[in-house]
């Protein structure tokens, strides 16, 4: 009898204890709750960031690049040629995007998927936010352009960890994999290349940003066979300036590029040496 009341005892507790976990299951993942976003855009000047929005979010993005600053009558590079792309992006999943833009230099088609592996949370369970960004990318320039049709095509590839180290600060870290069909036979097909982007905010609605781009490769000069002809590292430094749905930024540069992979394989304007240009990155977001 013993044994019976025992049994029904525990028969009667089953529901209090199920209760009991799930609140306890409830209150951890209150705690699991996801960090505010690193940045307050989906690119830190001229990198992608580790940003994702939510599922259903539709993003608007402008970005332009002025002429290098000669210090001629140029209006510090507004009258020379400009550089400029326009694109779209969805939100699928609240950890899976996917673009199109278009860009004017070169006639750029890019299609671009962005996607997170990990994400920080307040609770500092998950310190780190890991994001992959890609592209496949096709130039629409005439025929007579390419001797073959993949002649036209592009690809990057990069994977960025970022932390939001407080309200006030953010950093990320990114290595990426550039890929260009056809280059001249002294350049390489394949480029590594890393990055460093910061946020520092200076007031609720202001942030300065900082935008370092290193190519890991050397290229041989084809017009003097001890000369190296290596792509430059990408320099940007500037301002942002956001409210809930847009995010406006204005910096100094020298790329002049767009698409992230015409900068590690092409760049040759040395910032240290005062090849600047003027740009600017326009983004809107529409929630559905």
Known sequence: MKKYTTFFFIFLMLPFIGFSQDEDVKEKKVKEKLARPT??????IDNPSVNLYNKGSFEVSMQHRFGLVTGTNDLVGFWGRSNIRIGVAYSILNRLS???GTTKDKRLQDFSI???ILQQTRSNSTPLSITYYGNATISALPKGDFNMVQDRYSFFNQI??????????????????????????????DVFGIALGGKFKVSPGTNILIDYSQPLVSYQDPISSNALKTPKPGISIGAEFN??????QIFATNYWGI????????????FFKGDILIGFNITRIYNF
């Open 39 to 44: 940045f307050e855009s989906s690119a830190v």
């Open 98 to 100: 996917v673009g199109f």
């Open 114 to 116: 962005k996607g997170a």
């Open 160 to 189: 960025i960890i970022a932390r939001r180290f407080s309200n006030n600060v953010s950093l990320q870290f990114a290595a990426s994999l550039s890929h260009v069909n056809a280059v001249p036979t002294t350049m390489k097909n």
């Open 243 to 248: 409210t809930a749905a847009h995010a406006f």
């Open 259 to 270: 698409v992230p992979q015409e900068n590690y394989v092409y760049n040759q304007n040395d």
